[in-house]
């Protein structure tokens, strides 16, 4: 199913989320393990995207999204996995994750992005109709103005392939 256009910001943050956890995956099996250039990257994303964003899923797409009870459950799970990657961001600002606790951070991270973009966002594409949908976007535009346009770009440490 096609995204509809007031879940395109979000999908959109997630796509810069999901390309760094892919780096980080790659990053690990490739052996690249001085961790303080990607905890730096990893904090620097949690504060200028991540954080506004689950601010906004949780004010405006999750309430709109329990209120149909099929829904509910897959909200709390959700609304649980933001706490668990709260944590584990918090750590990384803290400075305090080793080379495995990236690497789950990365994968948990991802897990949770896929399971908002192939459950959630299609469970709500199908059961709200595009008025309510239509105010879910403006809300959202509302709650994510302060979040950066672009993504946060790796570093010569956290890039994967040397520029040319």
């Known amino acids: ?36 250039p990607w905890l730096v990257e990893i904090s620097a994303l949690y504060q200028q995207e991540i ?17 149909f009870g099929e829904l509910t459950l897959l909200v709390d799970e959700l609304l649980n996995e933001h706490m668990t990657l709260r944590q584990m961001f918090s750590q990384a600002l803290a400075r305090d ?15 949770h992005i896929r399971k908002e973009e192939r459950q959630l966002f299609e469970d709500m594409q199908r059961l ?15 709650e994510l103005a302060e979040a950066p346009d672009s993504c946060i770009l790796p570093s010569t440490e956290t890039r994967l392939r040397p520029r040319k």
């Open 1 to 36: 199913m096609l995204r509809d256009k007031n879940l395109i910001p979000l999908s959109h943050q997630h796509q810069h989320a999901l390309a760094l956890c892919v780096r980080i995956e790659r990053g690990v099996e490739a052996g690249k393990t001085d961790l303080e």
């Open 128 to 142: 709200m109709d595009e008025a309510e949908l239509g105010r879910i976007g403006e809300a959202l535009n509302q």
């Open 51 to 67: 954080a506004i964003h689950f601010a906004a899923e949780e004010e405006v797409l999750f309430p709109a999204a329990a209120r």
């Open 97 to 111: 994750l080793d080379a495995n606790g990236v690497r789950r951070l990365g994968q948990a991270l991802s897990q």
